[in-house]
């Protein structure tokens, strides 16, 4: 990215030892080098800060004095060649890791430049005014939230709020802090909101609160004066099962289900003569559970098209496909996604507010009718503690260090991890094919398009107004195409002058 703002391409990187590492064993230790370096070398390394400083008075690199700058500049070269000698022939004897690194990482690498350099368009008004407009109303919410306490209080802070809550409102404390005080976290609070309004609005006020500071007055400041646009960054090495992060700003957290999260998007918006289009995969982690589980009804409910929520409905609650209600396709909803997360009988109860034996119930029932996925969750289970991994279906994997530990409630989580990992790790990697795939094709001059984002299982794109139809026939076609599974990969695409009307 350096030497591209200066015209330079880079062409021909072959290795990486940051991503050497990340797919070796994503969750062995953090990526960068100086952990590398301590890891495998034994080394511990120079740190910027120990030439530079701190803080303020921190020096910019062209200000250190040359016999500091050299032995610096000098050991991360050195550093990273030894360690590259290090975890190569790693990574060579597994054979099954080598394609995830040549074929999807490395490529990966000039594909997220360009995107970031790239950047997003976005409307600085439409924030300012949405910032206006949410201060207006966290005001309220506090005035409402001093009305029901029956006094003014912070409530940013954990003790007083914790004191309302739990002294002077007597509300029942269902979890405690590390140090014995009734915990005010955001699941406590979520529970307390069923029954009573304060806790309710509480959980209101802090959503909101985060949009104002994360978003809509950050944003605004995050515009480069050069480009006019917003350049978030990428990072390969971060999430453990292969999922892209973001970061400055973080795209992955933009809430799309609140009216507040939606008007976000509205101020990503497309320049004169193009439009946004935002493709993505649709119900992709059941799709790959179907693929995975080989069952018989998941795999003829996609390969016939079906909606695949109001089809589970009709066989937990036993009634005709069109019979189905709103309430009961929700709830199958709420089955299906907690299935694939590895969800307990006690998880689903809490979610759906139901008795634990019902929820129990709709669980046996769901692999009475999809015995392939109670197989499936066995197998993994297994397969797990005897390799103490899972892997996705390009080899890309999970290693699982509690899968046998003693405490119980370590190989609890460890399991549904080793349930959920192949899962949301092949939809990864399906997403970083696509992308491969589209840059690819962009790349041959073949559309007036830009790739502008990577949100989850979605990819947005600047397109000519004049060529948004043909580019998104052939951008699905390209992303469906990325892998090849027993049931459809299907995309969905839209277009907008914005991103939340490309929905």
């Known amino acids: 990215s350096v030497l591209a703002n200066h015209d330079i391409t880079l062409r021909g990187i072959r290795f990486d030892t940051m991503l050497e590492s990340y797919v070796l064993d994503s969750t062995a230790t953090r990526h960068d080098m100086d952990s590398l370096a301590l890891k495998y070398l034994g080394q511990k390394t120079i740190h910027f800060e120990d030439i530079a400083g701190k ?67 976005i409307s600085r008004e439409l924030l300012q005014q949405q910032s206006g407009e949410l201060g207006k109303r966290l005001v309220e919410l506090e005035g409402e939230a001093f009305e029901l306490a029956g006094q003014e209080f912070n409530l940013g802070s954990p003790k007083q709020l914790g004191e309302i809550l739990f002294e002077k409102l007597e509300l029942p404390v269902i979890k405690k802090t590390p140090k014995g005080a009734p915990s005010t976290a955001e699941e406590v609070l979520v529970e307390l909101a069923l029954d009573y309004p304060l806790p309710k609005l509480l959980l209101e006020y802090r959503s909101l609160s985060k949009l104002k500071s994360t978003y809509t007055d950050k944003l605004p400041e995050m515009i480069n004066p050069e480009t006019g646009r917003v350049h978030t960054s990428y990072h390969q090495a971060v999430t453990a099962t292969g999922r892209l992060s973001s970061s400055d700003p973080n795209l992955q957290n933009i809430p799309i289900r609140t009216e507040e999260g939606r008007r976000i998007r509205q101020a990503f918006i497309a320049p004169a003569g193009y439009r946004i289009v935002a493709a993505d995969y649709s119900q ?80 046996d029932r769901y692999f009475e009718r999809y015995p392939g996925v109670a197989d499936y969750m066995d197998r993994t289970r297994a397969l797990a503690k005897e390799q103490g991994y899972v892997e996705t279906l390009f080899g890309r994997r999970l290693y699982l260090p509690e899968i046998n530990a003693r405490n119980k409630m370590r190989v609890q989580a460890a399991e549904r991890t080793a349930i959920n990992a192949p899962m949301q790790g092949t939809a990864a990697d399906i997403i970083k094919k696509a992308m491969l795939a589209v840059d690819s094709w962009l790349h041959d001059g073949a559309a007036d398009a830009r790739m502008i984002m990577q949100v989850h299982d979605e990819l947005v794109f600047e397109v000519a107004t004049g060529e948004v139809q043909a580019f998104t026939d052939k951008a699905c076609e390209l992303m469906s195409g990325a892998a090849e599974l027993a049931v459809p990969l299907l995309v969905e695409a839209g277009a907008g002058d914005n991103w939340d009307e490309a929905h």
């Open 55 to 121: 803080g303020a008075k921190q020096l910019s690199f062209n200000e250190i004095k040359l016999e500091e700058a050299g032995p610096y500049a000098a050991e991360d070269a050195a550093i990273t060649l030894r360690l590259h000698n290090t975890l190569w022939p790693k990574l060579e004897e597994q054979s099954s890791l080598r394609p995830v690194f040549d074929e999807i990482e490395i490529p990966l690498v000039p594909v997220l430049s360009r995107i970031e350099r790239q950047g997003a368009l």
């Open 284 to 363: 992709i982690e059941l799709r790959i559970m179907a693929h995975l589980s080989a069952d018989d009804g998941l795999l003829k409910a996609f390969r016939e098209g079906r909606d695949v929520h109001r089809a589970t409905a009709s066989e937990v609650f036993e009634v005709g496909l069109e019979e189905v209600s709103g309430d009961q396709r929700r709830k199958a909803k709420a089955i299906n996604f907690g299935l694939i997360y590895g969800m307990s009988a006690f998880g689903l109860a809490k979610q759906l507010h139901l008795g634990r034996n019902e929820a129990q119930q709709y669980i």
